[in-house]
């Protein structure tokens, strides 16, 4: 699920920031390209911890910006199919429960749901009664879930996920 690895990246650098605190203003300007973004290859980027290398920045014509290829560790969120996790509930439809994990958001349809799960009609808020334990899930909701699949690309991450199974489903705290 977490993993550490070492990516480059070139960084822009404006002409304001050459001089004396150039290198501080090259890690901020890193940290606030790369820290939460999402790559089709690695998944959702969490924090940058060490920048390696840095090589000599290149003046850019036109613009005097200068570019410096910057290597650094960081590290990145990839679930992969059949994980258990622990996930709040943020929406509850008729169709199932959206629920997130971190930046992730796992949809878990009815049909992922055990049969004794009934969507409840008459409540207040929309709800999952389970009428052999007489658990609720709602929004805010902890339930634990196994990932069946997950989509990715460079704009998000998004899964589908079930609470079918021995030790998924409302977690024990939320009872």
């Not at 790369?34 to 060490?50: H, L, M, S």
């Not at 997130?100 to 796992?106: A, S």
């Not at 069946?148 to 998000?156: I, N």
Request: aromatic share 8%; charged share 25%.
């Amino acid at each position: 699920m977490f993993f550490e690895i070492t990516q480059t990246k070139d960084v822009l650098l404006h002409p304001r920031n050459f001089g004396k605190k150039a290198s501080e203003e090259l890690l901020k300007t890193l940290m606030k390209e790369v820290a939460g973004t999402c790559t089709a290859r690695y998944g959702y980027i969490i924090a940058v911890t060490e920048v390696k290398d840095w090589k000599k920045g290149l003046i850019q014509e036109g613009t005097g910006h200068a570019v410096f290829p910057v290597t650094f560790t960081c590290i990145v969120m990839r679930p992969f199919k059949g994980e258990v996790f622990e996930a709040r509930v943020t929406n509850v439809t008729r169709m199932g429960i959206y629920s997130e994990i971190g930046p992730m958001v796992v949809l878990v349809s009815k049909q992922q749901m055990p049969p004794s799960i009934a969507y409840d009609e008459a409540a207040a808020t929309a709800q999952f009664i389970d009428s052999e334990d007489d658990s609720i899930i709602t929004n805010g909701t902890i339930v634990r879930l196994r990932i069946v699949g997950v989509r990715q690309d460079a704009t998000g991450m998004f899964a589908v996920g079930t609470i079918k199974g021995d030790y998924l489903g409302v977690h024990e705290e939320d009872l």
